[in-house]
């Protein structure tokens, strides 16, 4: 709305209104044609106003609303636009100026303000964006630090799993060395003893038979130090653990449970890079917690609909990496433990009665003779006794990322 308009509404509205009630007379006074379509409007439109003003300027249509109106209800510039003295027109621009310079000055100040309004919230979003980079930073750093950590950890337990290997030889080395001082020592001790029985009773010499015998308790002595040193070597966190030697007919029986298998150069745990890596190994077995990956995998289907899907996925796995795949399920409706093909190289295990899923894939882990073990599941007990038993894992989320 202009300033005009604005100054003039006052009148306006009175112009309207004194054609509304002539319309509605006895002897009903036509109203000017411009303001007719605006007559039944409750709440006047700009251009209604624009209208009114039209029809002002029809002399005898602006005296007659003129002669209702008054200074103070339609204010100086309505009565002056419907009144029109000597001099009127310079007066009402110079009002028209004024109010314009106002109009322009508030709409200044209101641009102003929501300029400087604009400027607060930039300032205020920049040193939020400046604390969340410096986070960022921090986090950065954080993870770097824990990654190089985590390099130095690998390597210090690389180290310390070469160290308990060797010192292992060196045990099994220093046995044999032990016994095999003791079956000469006993052939010496015999020989001598022979030699020696003519003269015994005759003039025996004192010590002559004891010497052998301190000798085998000499060497005996420092072989158990030696023995003694090495097992006291610290082993590695998840490392089996050594059965001590025992000695039977000449041999000793060393610890034959298998190990985890170091992952290739670079590779990290539980990324779905290891366990490609895992899956292509020569004469892999994998044993898969069936229903922990389904649920995860296929929620939406029902166990029968879900074990089928994962048995589909599971012979595409076995067919590209040539990993010997097995599926362990709770047993079902049909229950049992018998081994079942799914029409592919791919085999399903159900457990018995009373048997969890999770029970059966760690003792299936103890039976396995393959040469590399994996398991796949998201249970923390199964993880954790899969890798207790010497089997490398691999989480459902990992295994279901590689074959889809």
Do not use: C
């Amino acid at each position: 709305m202009t300033a005009e308009l604005d100054l003039l509404r006052p009148a306006l509205e009175l112009a309207i209104a004194v054609a509304r009630r002539s319309a509605a007379e006895t002897v009903p006074v036509t109203a000017p044609r411009a303001i007719q379509p605006f007559l039944r409007f409750s709440k006047l439109p700009p251009r209604a106003l624009n209208a009114a003003r039209t029809a002002l300027d029809d002399d005898e249509f602006r005296e007659r609303v003129a002669g209702l109106a008054t200074e103070g209800e339609v204010g100086r510039a309505g009565w002056l636009w419907l009144t029109r003295p000597d001099g009127w027109r310079d007066e009402f621009d110079a009002m028209v100026r004024e109010r314009t310079a106002r109009v322009e000055e508030g709409v200044d100040a209101a641009t102003r303000r929501e300029l400087a309004r604009t400027e607060e919230l930039v300032r205020s979003q920049q040193q939020r964006i400046d604390e969340l980079a410096r986070e960022l930073h921090g986090v950065r750093v954080e993870l770097d630090r824990l990654r190089r950590a985590d390099v130095s950890r690998r390597t210090e337990l690389d180290e310390a799993r070469d160290a308990v290997e060797r010192a292992t030889d060196e045990r099994a080395r220093a046995v044999r060395e032990l016994k095999a001082m003791e079956r000469v020592l006993a052939r010496r001790t015999a020989e001598l003893k022979a030699a020696t029985g003519p003269v015994e009773a005759a003039a025996p010499t004192p010590g002559l038979l004891e010497i052998p015998q301190r000798a085998v308790i000499e060497v005996r002595a420092a072989l158990q130090s030696m023995i003694d040193a090495v097992d006291a070597l610290p082993r590695p966190p998840l490392e089996p653990s050594q059965a001590a030697g025992s000695v039977g007919g000449g041999s000793v029986a060393r610890d034959t449970r298998r190990r985890p298998v170091r992952l290739g150069k670079g590779l990290i745990e539980d990324t779905v890079d290891a366990a490609r890596w895992l899956m292509g190994r020569p004469g892999v077995l994998v044993l898969v917690d069936g229903y922990n990956v389904t649920m995860l995998g296929w929620p939406e289907l029902t166990a029968a609909q879900q074990r089928d899907a994962l048995a589909r996925a599971a012979t595409d796995l076995q067919v590209t990496s040539g990993a010997q795949v097995v599926l362990v399920f709770d047993g079902d409706a049909e229950g049992g433990s018998a081994v079942r093909t799914v029409g592919s190289p791919v085999r399903t295990r159900f457990t018995r009665e009373g048997l969890e899923a999770d029970d059966e894939l760690l003792g299936l882990v103890d039976q396995a003779s393959a040469p590399v073990v994996v398991v796949v599941s998201n249970d923390r007990r199964v993880l954790d006794g899969a890798r207790q038993r010497g089997a490398n894992t691999v989480r459902s989320s990992d295994f279901l990322a590689l074959v889809r």
